[in-house]
Each structure stands twice: as structure tokens, then as C-alpha cells.
């Protein structure tokens, strides 16, 4: 799994397809964390939606990059459609990952204090929103949907909805982040329900994808 992640990762990097994502991201950031004097929690959650959007490009982008016979070659290492998605997911978290260690970093140095709660619970809310992220891309990535433009649709429809419409997924919490509000709650909530999505998502794609090669 490892040498697998390896390689997804070196995919990602030479295709370069990660850079509109990355930069988008933090030009965010970098508009958020201007003002040193911001309480961190509501940047946190403007932030961790943004993560939401690039841990799902990122996602579509990878799995979109190999053509069949490159993703047939792929297979025959890994031996299993699981391995290989969950090869991918692994790339993307560890991505995501990355990214949110920048986040907070970037937060700490420009308030000049560390807060190990607003800390935490930052790590927490992009974690949830990450994973979320990477549910959203699976079915809508060209495992199985082949035609771009339809994933494209897909995927900003599905974001849409699961950052505005107002289901319990990762919208309470964002909306408690920004709004101040107690995150106890939202926070295991979206957690729970990020986790729960990528399990469905990660076994409905692996199975339907087995069942059409």
C-alpha cells in the first residue's frame, strides 16, 4: 500500500493537476489569516470548506490522470480495485493532511500565540471536512463517470448541496466555526458522518467498478 501511495503521489505531482487546487487554497488562506487579530475558529471553518472543495478536485484529479491501460497496469500490481482507491484515498488525506498543518501553522505565526483547543479543533474540522471531500470525488471521478463534464457537474452539485443546504453532514459545524457558536456537538457529528460517507462511498465504487471490468 505504501509504494502504491508512492506513486499515486508522484503521479499527482508530475501531472501538476494539483496546482490550481493548491493555489486557490492558499490564496484563501492568505486572504483569511491577514488580520493577526481574527479569532482563529471562524477562519478555521471558512478554511476547512475550502479544504472540503480541494480534498475533491484533488480526488477527481488523480483517479481522472491514467487512461484505462495505464489504470489496467496499475491493477494488475495492486491486484484489487480496493487497493487501488484506497491507494488513492490515502494520497489525497495525506495531501489534505499537509495542507492543514500549513493552515495552522500559518495561523499561529500570524497571531504570534498558540492555541492548543482552536488548534485542535481546527485539525479536527478539516480532517472531517478532507474525508468528506474524498466521498463526494469518488463516484464522480472517471471510475465511473467517463465523460468530464458530467463529473464536473456532479461534483459541484454534490459540494453545493453539502455545503449550503443545511444536512447533517459537515454544515453544522462550519456554521458553529464561523458563527462562534459551542462545536462539541457539530464536531463529533461531522466526524461520524464523514467517516460513515467515505466507508459508502469507498465500498459502492469498489464494488461497482469490479462489477463492470
Same mark, same amino acid.
Request: hydrophobic share 60%; with cysteine; charged share 5%.
Given at each position: 500500500m505504501l509504494a502504491l501511495t508512492r506513486y499515486y503521489l508522484a503521479l499527482l505531482g508530475h501531472s501538476q493537476r494539483y496546482l490550481p487546487a493548491l493555489l486557490a487554497y492558499l490564496a484563501l488562506c492568505v486572504i483569511l489569516y491577514a488580520d493577526? +487579530?481574527?479569532? %482563529?475558529l471562524p477562519l478555521f471553518g471558512v478554511s476547512a470548506g475550502g479544504l472540503l472543495v480541494v480534498s475533491c478536485w484533488l480526488t477527481i484529479a488523480l483517479l481522472d490522470i491514467e487512461d484505462p491501460v495505464q489504470r489496467l497496469v496499475t491493477l494488475s500490481h495492486a491486484r484489487q480495485w480496493r487497493r487501488m482507491i484506497t491507494g488513492a484515498i490515502l494520497t489525497v488525506l495525506a495531501c489534505s493532511l499537509v495542507l492543514t498543518a500549513i493552515t495552522e501553522v500559518w495561523s499561529a505565526l500570524k497571531s504570534f500565540k498558540i492555541q492548543p483547543s482552536a488548534l485542535g479543533i481546527g485539525l479536527l /474540522? +478539516? =480532517? #472531517? @471536512? #478532507? &474525508? &468528506? $471531500?474524498? #466521498?463526494?470525488?469518488?463516484? @464522480?471521478?472517471? &471510475?465511473?463517470? *467517463?465523460?468530464? $463534464?458530467? !463529473?464536473? =457537474? #456532479? /461534483?459541484?452539485?454534490? &459540494?453545493?448541496?453539502?455545503l449550503l /443546504?443545511?444536512? %447533517?453532514?459537515? *454544515?453544522?459545524?462550519? *456554521? /458553529?466555526? !464561523?458563527?462562534e457558536e459551542p462545536v462539541g456537538g457539530p464536531l463529533v457529528l461531522a466526524l461520524v458522518t464523514a467517516v460513515a460517507m467515505l466507508a459508502a462511498s469507498f465500498f459502492t465504487v469498489s464494488a461497482l467498478v469490479r462489477r463492470r471490468s
Open positions: 493577526p +487579530h481574527s479569532p %482563529p /474540522a +478539516h =480532517l #472531517a @471536512c #478532507a &474525508l &468528506l $471531500g474524498i #466521498a463526494i470525488a469518488l463516484p @464522480c471521478s472517471r &471510475l465511473l463517470v *467517463h465523460r468530464i $463534464g458530467w !463529473t464536473v =457537474l #456532479a /461534483a459541484v452539485i454534490a &459540494l453545493f448541496v453539502v /443546504a443545511k444536512i %447533517p453532514l459537515v *454544515h453544522p459545524l462550519l *456554521h /458553529a466555526l !464561523t458563527d
